[in-house]
């Protein structure tokens, strides 16, 4: 009795305990509100009296109970904009004399173009809801879907439009989602770029009317990401609201952010509506790609380090050893031939440059291109995925072997989606690239693109990858995509059905990459676009690193290093040693200072290490141990960017802790130094103050006066002051400090 009764108590004591925790998604009936709660931040929407759905707040965390009356519309502007207008609506339809931005916009069979859509119901889901609407007369639905994350507050948002009409609708333009922020001054930043020179981060004030930033290039794009930040008045590092958002998608995209005639500001972002048209059949979805976004206090560098964790938590995929753990583990450090020898690989020339990977603690050998097909250069052989038997007369088998033998797992380049016009398969297939019949066919490194869109197409890609892996030891492909579209014509299907490309591509580009990972669930993947073209948080649901640039220069990477980290977690951001004097911009460093600029990332060896003398290779044995020592805090832990290399500056540094604040690990560069002006002193962040922490230099020296082990409160009020002799041009030092 007494034992069923407590039993019953601790039941009671429970379910008290919990119903105080905030729910992370509630919905309150009577005034029709919408709350979602997670981090430090808070999201509300409401249904208002006409049916619509209106955002009513997104910012830092607000109590459960604190109340919001039903959703108000906004007032008509004069006769000029309408209420519709002025309204944050969540997912707006274009329709009811809609100005702004759209979320979606149709045509229907009959010629109708006019979409007003409105609450239907709702139904709870993990950490959020889905909420169905529809158009007020004709039978098409959008789902939207809600789901916050309780540790980062970052809240992913899409739609599934569904079209339950008798005749097919045309899409014109789809939004993942809409995001409003209230009438403010704003600074937006983005990240902009080209080949060779991705991730400037951009900053300018919103201004009344739209700035676009997007890709038609039929994948994510090397000259804008699909990421935003826009912080309230200028930006600032460490302190001040910043709002953020990236989008999941690596086709054609495109964000819109605005500020409309009533200062109110928001940002709209999905599938690019340029020449979009996607034909949605009686019965049929079309799923749009997730946007999401967040919130910050913390200014910049708190909205990317939330970012960056949600990368690791809930985006990256995991492999067979890492499924279950919370984050994947981090890099294997690997060696790359690519700059060693390009396209003139070999099973002799690789099996050199193998045993030198092996004696410098490499723990990855990466044959990159050249080793299939006639690819003697980039004219010739891609598509023709077979071993090129001049190069490798008994197969890829004897280099894997070797590979093995000494301790490092093997990877391989190849480019899936590109033929060359001088190829087997194109001679066999020319049908098989985008292309409208009868014109030209513009040609990108002198190759084409496959349509993957196509079902013989994908299964081609899928089979020889597929192949490739069963028959051959191959834990990690480099999986490159040298070009953008052109003449994007997929003539399969009827002239009204072609722009259905955009989607269908991207789509089985995923369901490829899904495929392969899950038949070969050890293998792993890299995204590279020649360079950085094809990063996103819709690729990286399949993918465990990115190749941010091509551009290896050491001190170039602290820049485009420095705006990659606004969007994505250093984990994923390759970063490898080449050789001085630099190939691209003719700079010379010290194999020191390449060595910490690529330390700052995943860091990979892609020198002719055959060349190098042995003091080289006691430099880079030494640099290696001492990052693997460190990787994880490296690139798992929080990122702050102490000093920005940005717009010229003289030095730039950064420091990362490790999340239960034992550990910290610091860069210091030193571009220039002018006027005989020394390093400035580095305050430290993120620290325990109360704990100790013994300081250890990787590379460099402190000063005479910096204490061995001093508290958290030290480094971070007092700061770490270099020595006086870390002065020059193209000085680099790194430090750890290892709580005791
Ligand atoms: C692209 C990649 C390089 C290299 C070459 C090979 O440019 O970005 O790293 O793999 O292709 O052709």
Redesign the pocket.
Known sequence: MLKTFSAAFVLLVASLVLSAQPNAASFDAVAKVFRLDGGGSSYRFGVNPRGELQQLYWGGRLAVADGFRQAEPKPEWASFDSSYNNTPQEYAGWGAGLFTEPALKVTFADGNRDLVLHYESHTAVANGFDVVMKDISRKIYVTLHYKMDPESGILARSATIENREAEPVTVEQAAAAAWALPPDHYTLNYLTGRWAGEWTLTQEPVYPGARVIESRRGSTGHQANPWFAIQAGDPNEEHGAVWFGALGWSGSWRITVEQDQLDQVRVTGGFNPFDFGYVLHPGERLETPVFYGGYSADGLGGASRLLQHYELAHILPRTAATAGEKYPRPRPVIY?S?EAT??NVNEAGQMVLAEKAAALGIDRFVM??GWFGQRKD?HAGLGDWYVNKEKFPHGLKPLIDKVHSLGMDFGL?V?PEMVNPDSDLYRKHPDWVLNFPGRPRSEGRNQLVLNLARPDVRAYVYGFLDKLLTENQITFL?W?Y?RNWSEPGWDQLSPAEQKRVYVAYTQNLYSILAELRQKHPNVEIES????GGRVDLGILRYVDEV?PS?NTDPFDRLTIQDGFTYAYTPQIMMAWVTDSPHWLNKRTTSLEYRMLSSMQGSLGIGANIAKWSPEEMATAKRLIAAYHQVQPTIVQGELYRLISPRNGSEFSATESVRADKGQAVMFAFIHSTQEGLGFPILKLKGLDPTAQYELSPMEGKASVETPAVASGAWWMNHGLEMDASFRGDFQAAAFRLDRK
């Open positions: 790359n690519w390009e396209f990159d291109d980039d380049w480019e480099k490159d040298n590279c676009s020649g360079g190749w091509d």
